[in-house]
Structures are given as C-alpha cells and as structure tokens.
C-alpha cells in the first residue's frame, strides 16, 4: 500500500528491485508508481519482468521504463518482451527504449550472460554445471549482481560472479537456493 511504502527509507546508494508481478496487481501498481516516481536522484531501479512479461506493456509499464537503471531477465523473457529473435537484437531494442545509462542484463543460461552497458555488448561466460532445478537462478543471480555492485565491483566482476550463484543454484532442489559468498569464491576464485 501507499502507507508501507511511505515507510520505507530509500537513499540515492541503494538498488530498489521491481518485479513485472508488482505492475500486474492493479490495485498495488498506482501506489508503486507514484513511489518509485519520488526516489531520490540517484536510486538505482532494478526491473526483472519475470514470466509475466507478455503481460507488460501498458501504461504502467511505459510510466517504468524511463525509471530502470538495470534490466534484468532471462533469454526467454527479453526476447517476448523486444519481440526479437535474438539476444544480441532485444539487448539492442531494450537498448533504444531504456535509458542510456542503463545496464541490461539477459540471463543465457549455462551460455552466461549477455550485458549492455556504456554502449559496449559483451557475453558474460558461465559455468557448466549439471542442472538439478532452475527454479530460482534468476533470483540469485539478480541477487548477487546486485549485492556485487553494491560492494564497488565493476559490471563484469558483478556479473561473473552472480553467473556463478546461478550456476550453483540450479544444482539444488528449490528455489530458495541462493549460495553465500564463500562458495561463488570457490567457483570463480577467490580473487575475482
């Protein structure tokens, strides 16, 4: 509601992450936006559609995506939303219709993942790993990224790094399986 999100206490550090199921509760997303629309310069917004994301393109979704400093989703989800048939297409379209400083990230599975920034595109590797449950990689990955950038790490440290958590994660059952950082340092070493 309007009211707990009045009490959350946002500086221009911090990373506020939106959810596409956040834009598809109609009696939620009004309040949402007027708040994300008063964060204070600087905030970085972070936006995964999720799987909802044929859902998203009316007026919530425009009155978003001038807010996004960093698009995060999975190959499947980018391309639905772009309407391309290519990673390297949709992170050129998301490219056109976000704003220009931001980073995009698509999620390629055990490929890694593919990253726009500063108008540079690069493949970000991943890992091969013997997939369990890919329920909840993206999480982690969006969750590590985040935590990366959060620490001072540049855009591909950040993103080996949470290519890594992914790949740990779906070597467990669930999606509650997110690795702490002792074990991301093991996949990639400790020094990266």
């Known amino acids: 509601s309007a009211d707990d999100l009045h009490g959350v206490l946002v500086s221009a550090e911090d990373y506020v992450f939106v959810s596409g199921y956040s834009l598809a509760h109609k009696n939620k997303v009004t309040a ?30 425009r009155a978003v995506l001038p807010l996004i400093s960093l698009w995060s989703s999975n ?10 048939r290519t990673p390297a297409d949709a992170l050129h379209r998301l490219a056109s219709i ?19 920034h500063a108008g540079q ?3 970000i590797p991943g890992f091969a790993v013997t997939a369990i ?7 982690a990955h969006a969750g590590v990224l985040l ?15 949470a290519n890594a958590a992914a790949a740990i994660a779906v070597t467990r059952r669930g999606p509650a ?10 996949l990639v070493g400790a020094d990266f």
């Open 147 to 161: 935590a990366e950038l959060a620490r001072g790490s540049n855009v591909d440290r950040a993103a080996l790094r």
């Open 98 to 116: 976000l704003r220009e400083d931001a980073l995009i990230v698509i999620r390629d599975g055990p490929a890694g993942c593919w990253i726009h």
């Open 32 to 61: 949402l936006l007027a708040w994300l629309g008063g964060l204070p310069s600087g905030t970085a917004v972070v936006f995964d559609p999720g799987p909802l994301v044929d859902a998203l393109h009316g007026v919530e979704m």
């Open 121 to 123: 595109t690069r493949l």
């Open 133 to 139: 449950d890919t329920n909840g990689a993206g999480d």
């Open 177 to 186: 399986t997110a690795p702490g950082r002792e074990e991301v340092d093991a």
């Open 75 to 84: 190959c499947e989800e980018a391309l639905r939303f772009t309407q391309t």
